[in-house]
């Protein structure tokens, strides 16, 4: 019997409107993003002092560190997302241009890995930092409540 090994590949049929809808949706999404990543600096900033105690430094700065790639990650696929939509015109501009359409099917498929992965790594960023501020906030509120 012959096995035979399969690609993950986004297999539905991709037009120019599908396309276009869903780099919308991930710039809404990631743009976003963005916007929260300021929240969470300043949340990081009001906790500074309790995140550099000893307890809670390494988990602390391992956040801080991936929130800061996470950042320029974000920046990267925004600026990809862009360009991808701008070359959207060799979808819908009625010529038979094969291998370019292929090709920004290719690209697409590529983002929409890309962009996965990231929406992936932030949520898991995200828990770990609203479980590292929780944790603080309890003991700051035990420490209150103890004479």
Known sequence: MKVVS???KYVKWLNADLMHEE??????????INDEEHFFEDLIKLFTLKLIDSKNFTSSKEIVEHL?????KNIQLINAIIIHE???KIM??????LKEEEAYKTKH???LIAVKKYFKDYRKLKRQLFKTVKGIMKTEKQKRLLP
């Open 6 to 8: 399969s690609s993950p």
């Open 68 to 72: 800061k790639s996470l950042r320029t």
């Open 23 to 32: 780099s919308s949706k991930w710039m809404s999404e990631l743009r976003f």
């Open 109 to 111: 498929r590529e983002l």
């Open 92 to 97: 819908v501009d009625g010529k038979n241009q």
């Open 86 to 88: 701008k070359e959207l």
